[in-house]
């Protein structure tokens, strides 16, 4: 299927090039994914909570183009008396996560605020959704792997054996993506992390 290689090739290239361009394609070809499923196969990736805020944060992006200069892209760092199982941080200040909720359709909004902030991490003015890209990638190769959908591309034979589900229970592998210690820590280092890298984006 044409749109699961075209989703699964976004997730592995931008893991690889790691850029707000990668980013954005990742979010289109989930959509597009999406659209596929529906018309071919009557099912939904809807069903997970992680789609609401990509589908919010994609929507505002093709009409707010400078959304970009407010996503941070980031190695998490290291931090001694503090453990996630995060390797890469995606932040995006508050501030903008509420113009993308205000921008949600009426008729959506109040369940689709719930969903965002039942799924995203925020520290302080900052809010952290690296988890939730590794997590739609997982559920949605898991939920394909139960229908017997599968793609034919290098990418997803690549992301196939990184995200599998665990051998023992069948569930798909998935990032908590919270950070374990001092809460006061986390949040200023995190806070640090966005400031200075996204003052220095071009």
């Not at 018309?39 to 970009?68: G, M, S």
């Not at 599998?164 to 592998?173: A, E, H, K, N, V």
Request: charged fraction near 25%.
């Amino acid at each position: 299927m044409k749109a699961v290689d075209s989703f699964f090739g976004a997730y592995v290239n931008y893991w690889t090039q790691y850029d707000h361009q990668s980013l954005l394609h990742v979010l289109d070809s989930l959509i597009f994914l999406d659209e596929e499923l529906q018309e071919k196969h009557d099912i939904t990736l809807q069903i997970f909570p992680e789609y609401v805020p990509l589908d919010a944060i994609r929507n505002y992006w093709h009409n707010h183009e400078d959304i970009q200069h407010h996503f941070v892209l980031a190695r998490v760092p290291e931090m001694p008396g503090v453990q996630t199982d995060l390797p890469f941080l995606c932040l995006i200040d508050d501030d903008t996560l509420e113009k993308i909720i205000e921008a949600i359709d009426e008729n959506y909004r109040e369940d689709d605020e719930l969903t965002i902030y039942e799924t995203v991490h925020r520290y302080g003015n900052v809010v952290n959704i690296g988890h939730i890209i590794f997590n739609i990638a997982s559920h949605v190769m898991n939920k394909l792997f139960q229908l017997g959908i599968e793609g034919t591309s290098k990418e997803y034979e690549i992301a196939r054996e990184s995200i599998m589900c665990y051998p023992d229970t069948r569930t798909p592998i998935t990032f908590s993506g919270w950070f374990e210690g001092d809460p006061g820590l986390v949040c200023s280092v995190i806070t640090r992390i966005y400031e200075e890298t996204r003052d220095k984006q071009p």
